[in-house]
């Protein structure tokens, strides 16, 4: 009987260990979560695109994240037809049509200015 007492006793203290440290990653993950995070700053040159049209570009991603594929896809779309020239609006159209499953028909326009604007010489 003793021993099962102590390996009562040794699994409540192993318990009660792990549980100290799930609340204090706990309290830990809450404290990074209130601070304010910095806007990502792009990594793109978006000097070509209007003010307002840089807006957009900048919260496609925050859509694309927030689970608003629909609207993150047709704001993506509507840039890159709007700047066809412009090779990271036709790149972003292309990858979220291919990640949200867009028919490649669609998509095609998108994905073919894209390979073009790659293959010029900067």
């Given at each position: 009987m003793?021993?099962e ?38 990594a ?16 496609i991603d ?5 689970g608003?594929?629909?609207?993150a896809f047709?704001a993506?779309?509507?840039l890159?037809?709007?700047y066809?020239?412009f ?21 095609q326009?998108?994905?073919?200015r ?9």
């Amino acid at each position: 009987m003793p021993e099962e007492r102590q390996n009562y006793v040794q699994n409540l203290r192993s318990a009660l260990a792990h549980a100290d440290e799930a609340r204090q990653t706990q309290q830990a993950a809450m404290q990074a979560a209130s601070r304010p995070q910095a806007k990502a700053v792009p990594a793109e040159d978006l000097t070509p695109l209007a003010e307002a049209d840089r807006a957009i570009y900048l919260k496609i991603d925050e859509q694309r994240q927030a689970g608003q594929h629909n609207e993150a896809f047709h704001a993506a779309t509507a840039l890159a037809d709007g700047y066809p020239d412009f090779l990271p609006a036709q790149q972003k159209a292309c990858e979220l049509g291919m990640q949200f499953g867009v028919g490649p028909r669609r998509i095609q326009v998108y994905c073919d200015r894209m390979s073009k604007l790659f293959a010029q010489p900067r």
